[in-house]
């Protein structure tokens, strides 16, 4: 008899299952979110020099940009492209105190809990007439805040956790149901980390079962974090700000291996407001004359939006032909019928198989005619993982509809 082979098994991700996630804009009042929101949207969210300009989130979709959706457009001379897009939410501002309802902390801290990932934005530049919230400028301070501010709300929720499972234990016995004291010693061990060794979540090392317990939980602490730092257009430009190197000692110290992006809220939004692409050449070649800067000066959104979209663990594959070149999105480790699933749920119900061929073969050898000639079109099954950028056409059989 042949060994059996060793399954391993799939450890789920952290966060909400699915495609459809979202990044939340997080910061103290006045740093610069709804600028930043309006710069990456398009859009016209209130922006005004007092805290609480926003109060209820706004929310729009945005564009991830891609070039190879060009050239499969050109390639298969589609009629429409249609390509990924990123939803993001402009939450207000979070104080000192936010978890215990300051600033109408309670409310934006649930629009927080909301959302799949954060742009976590501070600010790094001096303005008198834009007013600070603690005074003075000091982002590796106003970091700290938000992050306390964070863990702090979910310490009270897995407190109230803990101490009702540790109640339902002590009353099941020594024999009692295992289960739920697997459970219990799952929560424990989250409630070491992140209340007592004052920890986020998404640091820990957990396994498939907390996982399971954390998504549970929405934990705001086990949200992915991209940092945006607020320069002035000068400070960009010139891409020097005394305290870049302070804010990234910071994190390499707190979260390593997290990304940091500076960028300039003002030079985006004038950016924005440009309606050519000559317009914005001249605007940006103006700059890099006015602080005498060689090199060329040019938006950081494109890279903004699609780390956002990395760090939600999204991707997507490429459906392609005369009609239109589409981008599905899907997440990491997603298997082949739950990708054609998000075409529509009968791909998924009756899948046969996946044809794929990769992005990069057919670009190398110029038509779907040579990747096959060349072996490289690929029949694969109901356990292929899909990877970014894959060209797949998905074949399924009929799915009888359910009796009533």
């Given amino acids: 008899m042949p060994p059996k082979k060793n399954v391993v098994a799939e450890k789920p991700l ?98 927080i809990r909301a959302v799949d990932g954060i742009f976590h934005l501070c600010r790094a530049f001096d303005d008198a007439d834009v007013i600070h919230v603690e005074g003075a400028v000091d982002p590796v301070r106003d970091l700290e805040i938000i992050h306390t501010e964070l863990r702090l709300k979910d310490c009270e929720l897995i407190t109230k956790h803990y101490e009702s499972k540790g109640r339902d234990v002590a009353r099941l016995g020594v024999n009692g149901d295992k289960s739920k004291k697997e459970e219990f010693a799952a929560v424990k061990k989250i409630y070491e980390w992140v209340v007592e060794k004052k920890k986020d979540a998404r640091t820990g090392d957990w396994t498939g079962k907390e996982i399971d317990i954390i998504n549970e939980f929405q934990l705001i602490t086990a949200k992915p974090v991209v940092y945006l730092c607020n320069l002035s257009e000068k400070d960009y430009a010139r891409k020097k700000n005394k305290w870049l190197p302070k804010i990234k000692a910071w994190i390499d110290e707190n979260y390593p291996g997290d990304v940091l992006i500076p960028y300039s809220g003002t030079f985006e939004n004038a950016l924005s407001q440009l309606e050519t692409d000559t317009e914005r050449t001249d605007y940006c070649t103006q700059l890099a004359a006015k602080h005498e800067i060689t090199v060329p000066i040019i938006s950081v959104l494109p890279k ?30 997603t298997k082949a019928p739950q990708a054609a699933g998000v075409i529509h749920t009968d791909f998924e119900k009756g899948f046969i198989m996946a044809e794929i061929m990769k992005y990069s073969d057919l670009i190398e050898l110029g038509s779907e005619v040579a990747v096959k000639a060349a072996g490289k079109y690929m029949m694969k099954g109901r356990e292929t993982v899909i990877t970014d950028g894959d060209i797949i056409h998905f074949k399924a059989g009929q799915v009888n509809a359910s009796k009533k």
Wanted: proline fraction near 7%.
């Fill in 14 to 111: 952290l966060g909400r299952p699915g495609n459809n996630l979202k990044m939340g804009i997080v910061g103290l009042p006045n740093v610069g979110k709804s600028s930043f929101f309006n710069a990456l949207t398009n859009s016209s969210a209130p922006s005004e020099n007092f805290p609480f300009c926003t109060i209820d989130p706004e929310e729009a979709r945005v564009e991830v940009p891609d070039p190879r959706i060009d050239v499969l457009y050109k390639l298969y001379n589609s009629s429409k492209k249609v390509p990924a897009y990123l939803t993001c939410i402009d939450i207000a501002g979070l104080v000192k105190g936010a978890h215990e309802g300051q600033g109408l902390g309670n409310a934006f801290l649930s629009h």
């Fill in 304 to 333: 903004i939006i699609t780390t956002g979209y990395s760090a939600l663990r999204l991707f997507y594959f490429f459906t392609c032909g005369p009609m239109e070149v589409r981008c599905w999105t899907i997440r990491q480790g």
